[in-house]
Antibody, heavy 126, light 107 residues
Framework: QVQLVQSGAEVKKPGSSVKVSCKVSGGAFNNYAISWVRQAPGQGPEWMGRIIPFVGIVDNAQKFQGRVTISADKSTSTVYMELSRMRSEDTAMYYC???????????????????WGKGTTVIVSS | EIVLTQSPGTLSLSPGERATLSCRASQSVSGNYLAWYQQTPGQAPRLLIYGASSRATGIPDRFSGSGSETDFTLAISRLEPEDFAVYYCHHYGSPSTFGQGTKVEVK
């Protein structure tokens, strides 16, 4: 059974960057797309973007374009999410989640996110 | 992007009752790329339903999903104590979006 292990909690100053990791174990890393989803206190989930590590395809939400970098290290089965120019509104729980994917007619498509990490708390405070 | 609007915001029911949750999309969801998640305090979301109507592995059959195009429903036939939680619908196309959630609370 695939498991996702995320890095530990972070406290950051406004204007700085954070890099959160997500290590995939128990499954074939090449079979998955990995998404990043954040959830501010008392709010619903918000999708940030995803990566297909096997081909290096990244798909980011428009809201985070220019501020988020999603990358993968296939040698360690680890995916990273870096968020820059952070502000207090970025205080949230950050989750990674796996989904299967497919390829059809020149484009990738994705399945639902079925396995989630436990989350990484990121606090932005001066 | 597809905007998902869930209703009601809160549903107050007793154990054993039936719950019906709605998710309306701002445009047609192609391929029925619509999922439902359950979230309890301090936990990550848990996949219940994918493809609008298919139960995920290990999900009890009291949970059912239905709908197509812009209107989707999650039904819980008889509420168990562990079902009182927040439920989110999710479009997993590109870009991916979530609804704002429905809280099912004990009446």
């Amino acid at each position: 059974q695939v498991q996702l292990v995320q890095s530990g909690a972070e406290v950051k100053k406004p204007g700085s960057s954070v890099k959160v990791s997500c290590k995939v174990s128990g499954g074939a890393f090449n079979n998955y797309a990995i998404s990043w989803v954040r959830q501010a206190p008392g709010q619903g989930p918000e999708w940030m973007g995803r990566i297909i590590p096997f081909v290096g395809i990244v798909d980011n939400a428009q809201k985070f374009q220019g501020r988020v970098t999603i990358s993968a290290d296939k040698s360690t089965s680890t995916v990273y999410m870096e968020l820059s120019r952070m502000r207090s509104e970025d205080t949230a729980m950050y989750y990674c989640a796996t989904s299967h994917y497919g390829y059809r007619s020149g484009d990738y498509y994705y399945y639902s996110m079925d396995v989630w990490g436990k989350g990484t708390t990121v606090i932005v405070s001066s | 992007e597809i905007v998902l609007t869930q209703s009601p915001g809160t549903l107050s029911l007793s154990p054993g009752e039936r719950a019906t949750l709605s998710c309306r999309a701002s445009q047609s969801v192609s391929g029925n790329y619509l999922a439902w998640y359950q979230q309890t305090p301090g936990q990550a979301p848990r996949l219940l339903i994918y493809g609008a109507s298919s139960r995920a592995t290990g999900i009890p059959d009291r949970f059912s999903g239905s709908g197509s195009e812009t209107d989707f429903t999650l039904a819980i036939s008889r509420l168990e104590p562990e079902d009182f939680a927040v439920y989110y619908c999710h479009h997993y196309g590109s870009p991916s979006t979530f609804g704002q959630g429905t809280k099912v609370e004990v009446k």
